[in-house]
């Protein structure tokens, strides 16, 4: 029996995708790099339930597509939309080791090789697979692509960059 403790939320479910039974998962768990029989675990009349996961794809930074096994049309996995869904705590990687999630930046302080201390992340902008930090930046928001972070320190709550020459100026 799967109990709640056992479990960390994911993320949501949306819609279904095309008529193959792929549905959408909005998570910023990266999902689609991990191995072995995975499964995806949704609160049914108070039962955890678990769904065994046939193929996983990225669709966009915060999009995974699910199909389950069984599951195999647009009818058959439209129950799951809007739900909750829930992952075995002990499959995800520890902190350390799991790719950063883009909740967890707001506060972290980001540093240039070139220019110093850039400042701290205000929010991050998500809505593209191209994310962005935001930064205040000598009285003036500068939006920061993840792409161009070269290192993490959790620890420390801080960032390194090397920003292209003219970047500040743009």
């Not at 930074?61 to 129950?79: I, M």
């Amino acid at each position: 029996m799967i109990k709640k403790e056992d479990l960390q939320k994911i993320g949501v479910f949306a819609k279904p995708h095309g008529v193959k039974g792929e549905i959408s998962l909005i998570t910023d768990y990266e999902l689609t790099g991990m191995a072995g029989d995975l499964y995806i675990v949704c609160n049914m009349d108070e039962l955890y339930v678990p769904f065994f996961i046939d193929s996983l794809r990225k669709k966009s930074a915060s999009n995974t597509l699910v199909r389950f096994e069984n599951l195999d049309s647009e009818d058959k996995v439209k129950f799951l939309a809007g739900r909750p869904a829930f992952f075995p705590a002990k499959l995800l990687p520890k902190h350390d080791d799991r790719p950063l999630q883009r909740n967890e930046l707001t506060g972290y302080t980001i540093t240039d090789e070139c220019y110093g201390i850039l400042g701290t992340v205000i929010d991050v902008d998500d809505s593209s697979p191209n994310v962005l930090l935001k930064v205040v930046y000598s009285d003036k928001e500068i939006l920061v692509p993840l792409s161009l972070i070269t290192s993490i320190n959790h620890q420390h709550q801080t960032m390194n960059t090397s920003l292209p020459d003219g970047f500040l100026e743009i």
